[in-house]
């Protein structure tokens, strides 16, 4: 049986893996599962991403304040990691109804890629209408929002860094590029 065919097994994986990657009190697991504060959801909740957002064999829920939202795994329509105020945060959006928007940036600098991971993994699997990735970005934006040298050029080793990057010059040549566009 694959991974993804149990989400409560990927749930628990996924959130292993991320809170041995640095973020460990913010990743929760409940492997027997636990009671769901989502209103929406009534089945058992696995894990808890920063104790607002809950993932569940049937979906991801959100309890932020006032809003509470529930999107099922089948109902997935997107997922894009967008950045926005110095922070990536993946937006997870259904059929109808309110997006979930979760916050994936440390002060630290690491995002919670796993989380990507995780929502992408059980839409791919469980939703005929999903569509991932990141939010279309100019070359300026790109480098503007690039933070670590493996940002860039991951496939190099060894790696050229962000130091090495005229981000003047790459404007200059993107203006002209969209110059010659029109």
């Known amino acids: 049986m694959a991974l993804v065919d149990d989400p409560r097994e990927m749930i628990l994986r996924m959130f292993y893996l991320q809170a041995k990657e640095g973020f460990s ?27 607002k957002h809950f993932f569940s064999r ?5 309890n932020t304040g006032a809003a509470q939202t ?3 795994w089948v109902d997935l329509q997107s997922s894009k990691v967008v950045y926005r105020g110095r922070k990536d945060i993946l937006v997870v959006s ?14 630290t600098g690491s995002e919670a890629r796993r989380i990507v991971q995780l929502v992408e993994g059980l839409g791919k699997r469980w939703s005929a ?3 991932t990735g ?13 933070k670590r040298d493996d940002d860039f050029a991951v496939n190099l080793t060894p790696n050229p860094g962000l130091g090495r990057i005229d981000i003047q ?5 993107e203006a002209a590029m969209w110059t010659k566009a029109r």
Do not use: H
Request: charged letters at 25%; proline letters at 6%.
């Open 25 to 51: 009190e913010d990743c929760v697991s409940f492997p027997e599962g636990t009671k769901s504060p989502v209103a929406e959801q009534e089945d058992s909740v696995f894990a808890a991403f920063r104790q």
């Open 58 to 62: 049937e979906g991801v829920g959100s």
């Open 70 to 72: 529930f999107i099922r």
């Open 94 to 107: 259904g059929d109808g109804g309110a997006p979930i928007e979760i916050d994936l940036s440390r002060p």
């Open 129 to 131: 209408a999903l569509v």
């Open 134 to 146: 990141y939010a279309l970005a100019s070359i300026s934006e790109f480098f503007a929002a690039a």
């Open 169 to 173: 010059r790459i404007q200059i040549m």
